[in-house]
């Protein structure tokens, strides 16, 4: 944890002085993706010994992949490697350190390393194995044409901004970062000179940083304050579940399980300060005419902690994982795209018992709660106190369902997961049954959702 700590606060420096003296208008791109990929080299060494192989051997594995596979596979393929090793990995923390966290921790570092391994994959695929109209809106802004250099491969996987904590991102707004047409990019979707502007702003990312610091620090001294005192064990503690009643305990499950965010907070908003403090994230100007720096921003805090639907709650916690979930398996499975997608997610987090726990259990409720959306909400639109009143129930009923979806995640064991559940005698678990047993299910857009342009094309075909 120091060590994170410390090459967090060290490449928060080096981003700034990245940013300064290696910009865009200082140093070549050339310059630029190799000074990032050996800072990013030199953190994983400094951050996990040896490793750090791990890592390397994965990359250099699929840059093979990338360059020998066919298009029309090579997204398979390097689903099927990265995963793979990832799993394996994974496997080795239980078999062989027997539950344990290692001090050197190298699975966070590979977990983003796959997420943006496959992200690639899939976007070459679409760029180069598929037509512009067989493609969403979306899938045709992110494909990639070409195949990257090696060095481009490399700086995209292992640049020091997001080695350690990630967020991934998508590949082409990192080489326009790297290029300088990140900012540009953006800021030509305003009509300025409607603004009084005679030419582009140049937004500076110091304010935004300042501010991800300050909840960064806040959210550091809550973890060392609350979490250690509201360990999530608590809750299955023999004498706590003799003499507590059921709804006391409820209480308490919300507490621990708020006692147990900060640590994600604080490792979240560091990670993006720090590729907001290189000039990377920039995702445009809102209404109010704001600069706004969130395009790698993980957590939206106030609408998790404000949300009133399991969907608006998932939305907004770890949003670049649940980007990548969207865009690797949820776009491209041809059914069950829901439960597939949590299936993934928990593949993806490890093979502890407890994520299983969480993400088949998370299956159940979002289908549940979209059911009571999709057939109820519209009852309670107006006036609006029924409104107000809706929310209310919502938000408790959301935040009590997340508190009961997650806590296996943290216990991460069969024995305390199924102790925790028998205390809380399952009624999520009914309670969704019955409401999918009940209320109308109506069809997911996925199933009948078509590409850009296919209404189009339909349309000249029957013509």
Same mark, same amino acid.
């Given at each position: 944890? !120091?060590?994170?700590?410390?090459?967090?606060?060290?490449?928060?420096?080096?981003?700034?002085?990245?940013? !300064?003296?290696?910009?865009?208008?200082?140093?070549?791109? #050339?310059?630029?993706?190799?000074? #990032?990929?050996?800072?990013?080299?030199?953190?994983?060494?400094?951050?996990?010994?040896?490793?750090?192989?791990?890592?390397?051997?994965?990359?250099?594995?699929?840059?093979?992949?990338?360059?020998?596979?066919?298009?029309?596979?090579?997204?398979?393929?390097?689903?099927?490697?990265?995963?793979?090793?990832?799993?394996?990995?994974?496997?080795?923390?239980?078999?062989?350190?027997?539950?344990?966290?290692?001090?050197?921790?190298?699975?966070?570092?590979?977990? !983003?390393?796959?997420?943006?391994?496959?992200?690639?994959?899939?976007?070459?695929?679409?760029?180069?194995?598929?037509? #512009?109209?067989?493609?969403?809106?979306?899938?045709?802004?992110?494909?990639?044409?070409?195949?990257?250099?090696?060095?481009?491969?490399?700086?995209?996987?292992?640049?020091?901004?997001?080695?350690?904590?990630?967020?991934?991102?998508? $590949?082409?707004?990192?080489?326009?970062?790297?290029?300088?047409?990140?900012?540009?990019?953006?800021?030509?979707?305003?009509?300025?000179?409607?603004?009084?502007?005679?030419?582009?702003?140049?937004?500076?990312?110091?304010?935004?940083?300042? $501010?991800?610091?300050?909840?960064?620090?806040?959210?550091?001294?809550?973890?060392?304050?609350?979490?250690?005192?509201?360990?999530?064990?608590?809750?299955?503690?023999?004498?706590?579940?003799?003499?507590?009643?059921?709804?006391?305990?409820?209480?308490?499950? $919300?507490?621990?399980?708020?006692?147990?965010?900060?640590?994600?907070?604080?490792?979240?908003?560091?990670?993006?300060?720090?590729?907001?403090?290189?000039?990377?994230?920039?995702?445009?100007?809102?209404?109010?005419?704001?600069?706004?720096?969130?395009?790698?921003?993980?957590?939206?805090?106030?609408?998790?902690?404000?949300?009133?639907?399991?969907?608006?709650?998932?939305?907004?916690?770890?949003?670049?994982?649940?980007?990548?979930?969207?865009?690797?398996?949820?776009?491209?499975?041809?059914?069950?795209?829901?439960?597939?997608?949590?299936?993934?997610?928990?593949?993806?987090?490890?093979?502890?018992?407890?994520?299983?726990?969480?993400?088949?259990?998370? !299956?159940?409720?979002?289908?549940?709660?979209?059911?009571?959306?999709?057939?109820?909400?519209?009852?309670?639109?107006?006036?609006?106190?029924?409104?107000?009143?809706?929310?209310?129930?919502?938000?408790?009923?959301?935040?009590?369902?997340?508190? $009961?979806?997650?806590?296996?995640?943290?216990?991460?064991?069969?024995?305390?997961?199924?102790?925790?559940?028998?205390?809380?005698?399952?009624?999520?678990?009914?309670?969704?049954?019955?409401?999918?047993?009940?209320?109308?299910?109506?069809?997911?857009?996925?199933?009948?959702?078509?590409?850009?342009?296919?209404?189009?094309?339909?349309?000249?075909?029957?013509?």
């Amino acid at each position: 944890q !120091i060590n994170f700590v410390a090459c967090q606060l060290f490449a928060l420096l080096a981003a700034f002085w990245f940013r !300064i003296y290696l910009g865009p208008s200082h140093a070549s791109s #050339a310059v630029r993706h190799a000074f #990032a990929t050996l800072f990013g080299i030199y953190f994983a060494v400094f951050c996990f010994g040896w490793y750090s192989i791990h890592l390397f051997v994965l990359v250099m594995m699929n840059y093979g992949i990338m360059n020998m596979a066919s298009i029309p596979n090579i997204h398979r393929y390097s689903f099927v490697v990265a995963m793979g090793y990832l799993t394996l990995c994974h496997i080795s923390r239980i078999y062989i350190f027997h539950y344990g966290i290692l001090t050197t921790d190298f699975s966070g570092p590979l977990m !983003i390393i796959t997420q943006k391994i496959t992200t690639l994959a899939c976007q070459l695929h679409d760029g180069i194995g598929r037509q #512009a109209e067989e493609l969403t809106a979306e899938q045709n802004r992110l494909a990639v044409k070409t195949r990257p250099s090696l060095l481009e491969y490399l700086s995209y996987l292992l640049n020091f901004m997001s080695i350690i904590a990630g967020p991934c991102s998508n $590949y082409k707004d990192y080489i326009a970062f790297i290029e300088g047409r990140h900012v540009h990019m953006k800021l030509l979707e305003v009509n300025w000179k409607q603004k009084g502007y005679d030419r582009l702003p140049d937004p500076s990312p110091t304010g935004a940083v300042m $501010y991800k610091l300050c909840i960064t620090l806040v959210s550091l001294i809550l973890f060392l304050t609350l979490t250690k005192n509201f360990p999530m064990a608590c809750i299955i503690d023999n004498e706590f579940l003799d003499k507590t009643p059921f709804l006391s305990r409820l209480g308490y499950l $919300y507490v621990v399980t708020q006692a147990a965010k900060p640590k994600y907070y604080f490792a979240w908003t560091l990670a993006d300060a720090v590729n907001n403090a290189a000039g990377y994230g920039f995702s445009g100007v809102d209404e109010r005419g704001t600069f706004r720096w969130d395009l790698l921003s993980n957590l939206n805090i106030w609408n998790i902690e404000t949300a009133t639907s399991f969907k608006m709650y998932i939305e907004n916690w770890n949003i670049q994982t649940a980007a990548w979930l969207k865009r690797v398996c949820y776009d491209r499975a041809p059914w069950y795209p829901t439960a597939l997608t949590f299936i993934l997610s928990a593949l993806w987090h490890g093979i502890y018992p407890g994520y299983y726990f969480t993400f088949l259990t998370g !299956i159940l409720i979002t289908l549940a709660a979209r059911a009571i959306r999709n057939n109820c909400r519209h009852y309670f639109l107006s006036p609006v106190p029924l409104k107000i009143a809706y929310d209310v129930v919502t938000w408790v009923v959301t935040q009590l369902a997340v508190c $009961y979806t997650v806590a296996p995640f943290v216990m991460l064991a069969v024995e305390p997961t199924i102790k925790f559940y028998k205390s809380m005698y399952f009624h999520m678990h009914i309670l969704s049954i019955l409401v999918l047993l009940v209320l109308p299910i109506r069809p997911q857009a996925h199933s009948i959702r078509k590409p850009q342009n296919q209404a189009m094309l339909n349309s000249l075909k029957s013509k």
